[in-house]
């Protein structure tokens, strides 16, 4: 019988032609996956504004765009909601004014209506003796503990905000419409030149995946839209839309390489030492989320995503280099050869990758962010029950790691996961600051029931981080259970 060899290049060649003679197909998947998306959010949009128009009643047509002001007494009729008396509504007004200009001067602009909580009044500016409310503010301020040199004090409360909120915007409509018009396009100009330069160099390319991308992507920016409010909050969308277009021209500069020739992948321990130093500096120059202690934060950015992807590389590159040996050569200690039901691995093959992932869970540790290491030590007991096929050690890892779980909030180790364990075991009644959000995901959850309140159409502003790590219950809410399901499906 004739045997032929294929090399790896040439059946690589073949699966490409294979996949270039089925474009059709794949291309018509993405065009509906567009569709799908273009129908997304159009109708998010027109939700939110639907859902703006009612809650604020017909304020929207006669509200005031701080960005555009010209005098003082234009803000003067928005306060009358907040102040009484006339000689404190122009004071108001007037410092409001202050403070708006003394931004704009500074070639900015206010991003949100909340943004004015940071104006504030000079103490010794408040001597007129017809400004009671003013009067009564800095008393109630300098009763406050350690408020006895205080000299500012802030113009407007929360709940004065509040209040005026309806009253205010930061943009036209227009505005908010040219927005959405720019920032999307660029986002779908960009997955579609991705799919034209693989067709124009001839690339292999998996539309498949590609297509599931492009819907989850778009799925999160329908999320981010239908958040905001258009004509008075921060514009979420814009950066979600950039990093989407950044994320595309990375795959499609790696998409240039080939992968089966690439010399550095076999420096596998390369993306180990990127995790490893980029936690270091997380940890010196890092900062947490308001008063939070832990360290995810460095600037605008959160590292630990990027450590957490190249911690899974160093894995994947470790285990797919040395499976073999792995799962064919078993372990003897000092010349006793272990039982073969055991199925121990060699040490020496194996110390080599624990090293490096205690490393990464000691680094976690000290960042005092135990979300990535949980999920570090998951990659790492299911890569290497793939590496060895056979689940007993990865079983036992895995037990280990509850119980070590366990006894780090019994013992009260680590106050983060003892605040966790509290929250989950009860997220109606607990006293861990911020310890409500778990309930409120949940009422948010049951609000959008099967099929959800439509795109726009939910109240997802007030879930607390709803457009980072609770969107997924925000996305509930306006899809309901059957849009989670397909999420999962994509996912899969």
């Not at 869970?361 to 979300?371: A, I, P, S, W």
Request: glycine share 8%; hydrophobic share 50%; net charge positive.
């Amino acid at each position: 019988m004739t045997q032929t060899y294929v090399s790896a290049a040439d059946r690589d060649l073949q699966s490409a032609a294979r996949t270039m003679s089925g474009l059709r197909s794949g291309h018509l998947l993405l065009a509906l996956t567009s569709l799908i998306a273009v129908m997304s959010l159009g109708l998010a949009y027109v939700g939110r504004l639907r859902v703006s128009d009612l809650t604020r009643g017909e304020q929207t047509a006669v509200a005031v765009n701080l960005n555009t002001v010209t005098k003082a007494q234009q803000l003067e009729e928005p306060l009358e909601h907040v102040f009484a008396s006339g000689a404190d509504r122009k004071f108001a007004s007037q410092a409001l004014f202050d403070f708006i200009h003394s931004i704009h001067e500074s070639g900015g602009s206010l991003p949100n209506v909340g943004a004015v909580a940071r104006a504030t009044v000079n103490t010794t500016a408040i001597d007129h003796a017809s400004l009671v409310e003013y009067r009564e503010r800095l008393r109630l301020a300098h009763e406050q503990p350690g408020a006895e040199t205080r000299l500012t004090l802030p113009l407007l409360s929360a709940a004065d905000i509040a209040v005026l909120k309806p009253y205010f915007v930061v943009r036209t409509l227009e505005t908010s419409r040219r927005q959405l018009l720019i920032w999307s396009s660029l986002y779908f100009v960009a997955v579609w030149l991705l799919v034209l330069l693989w067709h124009i160099r001839s690339l292999r390319s998996d539309l498949l995946l590609l297509a599931a991308a492009h819907l989850l992507t778009a799925i999160g920016f329908t999320a981010l839209l239908s958040r905001a409010d258009p004509l008075r909050d921060t514009v979420l969308f814009v950066r979600y839309a950039q990093g989407c277009i950044a994320g595309i021209a990375l795959l499609g500069l790696l998409s240039f390489l080939d992968f089966r020739k690439a010399s550095f992948l076999k420096l596998s321990y390369l993306p180990l030492l990127a995790a490893l130093l980029l936690s270091c500096v997380l940890i010196v120059f890092g900062s947490g989320p308001g008063s939070s202690s832990a360290k995810v934060n460095l600037g605008p950015m959160q590292p630990v995503e990027a450590i957490r992807l190249l911690i899974a590389l160093f894995l994947a590159g470790y285990f797919a280099r040395r499976w073999e040996l792995l799962r064919q050569i078993d372990s003897d200690v000092g010349g006793y050869r272990v039982p073969s039901w055991l199925h121990l691995p060699r040490l020496d093959y194996v110390v080599p990758v624990l090293t490096g992932v205690a490393a990464s869970l000691l680094f976690f540790f000290l960042q005092k962010d135990l979300g990535p290491a949980l999920f570090i030590t998951c990659v790492f007991l299911v890569v290497y029950t793939v590496a060895r096929n056979r689940i007993g050690l990865a079983l036992m890892g895995f037990a280990t790691l509850v119980l070590g779980f366990y006894l780090g909030y019994a013992l009260n180790i680590s106050s983060t996961l003892a605040a966790r364990v509290q929250m989950w075991l009860s997220p109606w009644d607990n006293s861990v600051r911020g310890g409500d959000q778990v309930a409120q995901s949940l009422w948010s959850l049951s609000a959008g029931g099967t099929f959800g309140t439509g795109l726009g159409m939910g109240d997802t502003r007030y879930l607390p981080a709803g457009h980072t790590d609770l969107i997924a219950a925000g996305i509930g809410e306006e899809l309901g259970f059957v849009g989670l399901l397909l999420i999962a499906a994509v996912y899969g």
